[in-house]
């Protein structure tokens, strides 16, 4: 049956508006919260106590989302635990809870607020988007009852999730993600049966969404980048800094620029858990960020972004990671590697004795190259060429391939891989690379003060990370962090023998 005129023409008015609000580029926020924290208690809070204090962080929250939009922001995204923290056994975080619905059901909560059970949080956050004609990103918990006709069913007959919600400048809910990866320490969620892949059309883009230890693994996050092609990620997250190479900043920025998208991370704001770091990020690039551990005080974050970041001249050329470090000899023998441990996994080290050079160090199947020049060298401050190919197994299981210069704690190098903020030794030059296996690799360069160096720095399309700028500012670390996600599933490799 074909379609009425009247129909027609009102697909056709629909596309063309599509069409005319289709964007090149976006506004885009998000903002680093001091979540206001319940009291820590193992038994469950009223229904009341706890509404009561989700509406105080939703207070602050809102307020952020106001001044953004006054500010011409399209969306905003907001953290992960934002609405009521992270202090919970399985039992107290239940009052919290509300049943968030396939976004199927086309659910505006802000003027059908009774539609389904109660939902005051979803509502309050709908009406915020809707008022404020504003996408809005939020971190909340679900809840799902099941019974004994589910064998995975909890004992308690309910599923908990954490999950992500967004609400459109209607304030429809168009995306819910359920967190597939938790992290070792919560416990009051479960995994989801299966990862989701989660993305929603706008003007601006298709965007992809996952949560903070997502990141780290292939499902959802490099499924929604590699395979369903999203222009923009966003992130809500609670994460805690681990220097030299997984700080917030550091790390979030990396991952834009390695998988060429545009990546919008908000992070809590806990200083006593080194817990800052937030940012908008492009594939050439950050476009603005947020560090701070002097204060308890969060921030609000605008840039602007490309809508299709593959599209634009800007965007960076694919990189064989593996090409230039496979075509050279190896720089050096070196009779003076050494092992250290940098967040219990164990690299081979080799110092930088000289001002200026080419090294080599080498463990298992990767071998790192380095081409150096420094801009005077502090007495006190040494530096080491790292390598790490194996699997790490601490807080998760995922296979890692790292190429790293770094600065050490002291001049024993038996601090070398342990956490430094600070450093005086400029660079004139650096050329960094490595004999990859693996197909994503991440380049970070952290300043002094765990400072970005965003437009300083380059990848090569043959896989070298180089400096642009000479002299560069005093150096933490020169990384390329590699993840190989096929072999994330292997069991533990033995560690390579200590050096002598």
Known sequence: MLPSQPLLRAAVFALAVLQALASDTFTAAVYEHAVILPDVTDEPVSPDDALALMNKNMDVLEGAIKEAAQQGAHII?????????????????????????????????????TRFAPAPVQERLSCMARNNSIYVVANMGDKKLCNSSDPSCPSDGRYQYNTD?????????????????????????????????????TPFGKFGIFTCFDILFHEPAVVLVSELQVDTVL?????????????????????????????????????????????????????????????????????????????????????????????????????????????????????????????????????????????????????VLGAFDGLHVVEGQYYLQICTLLKCKSTDLNTCGQPVETAQTKFEMFSLSGTFGANYVFPEVLYSGVQLAPGEFEVLNDGRLISKTRTTKPVITVTLFGRWYEKDHLKQDPQPPAFP
Request: with cysteine.
């Open 77 to 113: 995204v907001t953290p992960e635990d934002g609405i009521y923290g992270w202090h919970f056994t399985r039992e107290a975080i239940y009052p919290y809870l509300e049943d968030i619905p396939d976004p199927a059901v086309n659910w505006i909560p802000c003027t059908d607020p």
């Open 165 to 201: 919600v967004v609400f459109d400048p209607e304030g429809k809910l168009v995306a819910r993600y359920h967190k597939y990866n938790l992290f070792m320490s919560e416990s009051q969620f479960n995994y989801p049966k299966e990862p989701e892949a989660v993305t929603f059309e």
């Open 235 to 383: 992130f809500p997250t609670a994460w805690m800094n681990v220097l030299p190479f997984l700080t917030a900043i550091e790390f979030h920025s990396a991952w834009a620029m390695g998988m060429g998208v545009n990546f919008l991370a908000a992070n809590t704001h806990d200083t006593s858990i080194s817990m800052t770091g937030s940012g908008i990020y492009a594939p050439d690039g950050a476009r603005t960020y947020y560090y701070n551990m002097k204060n308890e005080d969060g921030g609000l974050l605008i840039a602007e972004l490309d809508s299709h970041p593959r599209l634009s001249p800007a965007s960076p050329p694919a990189v064989s990671w593996s090409s230039y470090a496979s075509s050279v000899k190896r720089f050096s023998p070196n009779d003076h590697d050494f092992s250290g441990l940098i967040f219990h996994d164990q690299f081979t080290f080799t110092e930088l004795t000289k001002p200026e050079g080419n090294l080599t160090v080498c463990q298992k199947d990767l071998c790192c190259h380095l081409s150096y020049k420094m801009a005077g060298k502090q007495e006190d401050e040494v530096y």
